[in-house]
């Protein structure tokens, strides 16, 4: 008589989730993405949760109420110009993996942006809300030859303005710093410097 012997191997959790990273910031969210873990354990894996840490804390608190599905996530819920780290555990039918390496301390904030265009030059924009009697302020720095050129820029009425004047091959920094008649705000972080690239030499802020 012969006999079989089937083994069935209980599943092992996932392995960490890979290049945890904040791809995109604001005031009160942070997107955070991932790529899939290396292994899954034996079992498809069926989402993900993410944690999130305030550098001040000792804490992790958990950042999503249902699994995650993607291997990206708005992490909501943020307190402005506090700095946060956050990572991600892969989930299967065994339990959930350890978690990924945590990503860079990032702070909540409104970002200012840019985009690059070799003929229409550099687009700066700023994502704040301007209100009436708020003044622009625009800090120009030369950062090749190590020159603080500044100039100001009043009563411009919408979030965007064009800066012309400017020497193409050269690289500009920019911030905004919002103002009514009573009060002004700190500046937003500097750009990355932007090479100039259009044959007029215009910026559009």
């Not at 008589?1 to 791809?23: A, G, H, K, Y």
């Not at 990572?87 to 945590?102: F, L, T, Y």
């Not at 410097?193 to 044959?199: M, R």
């Amino acid at each position: 008589t012969m006999f079989i012997l089937s083994v069935l191997l209980s599943p092992d959790v996932p392995s960490e989730p890979l290049n945890c990273r904040i791809n995109k910031t604001n005031k009160d969210c942070m997107f955070v993405a991932w790529d899939k873990p290396e292994t899954d354990g034996g079992s498809p894996i069926t989402g993900y949760y993410i944690e999130r840490k305030e550098r001040n804390s000792l804490l992790w608190v958990k950042a999503n109420d249902t699994v995650v599905r993607t291997t990206e996530y708005p992490c909501a819920g943020l307190i402005e110009g506090l700095e946060y780290t956050f990572r991600v555990s892969a989930i299967n039918r065994a339990g959930q993996g350890k978690p990924s390496k945590k990503t860079d301390f990032v702070t909540a904030r409104t970002p200012v942006g840019m985009f690059t265009d070799s003929i229409n030059g550099i687009i700066l924009f700023c994502s704040f809300k301007l209100f009436t009697l708020f003044l622009l302020i625009c800090l120009f720095v030369l950062q090749t030859l190590q020159v603080n050129l500044r100039s100001w820029i009043q009563n411009v009425p919408r979030e965007e303005y064009t800066v012309t004047g400017l020497e193409r091959d050269l690289q500009y920094q920019f911030r905004v710093i919002a103002k009514t008649a009573v009060n002004i705000s700190k500046p937003s972080e500097p750009t990355d410097p932007i090479l100039v690239c259009a044959e007029n030499g215009e910026v559009l802020i």
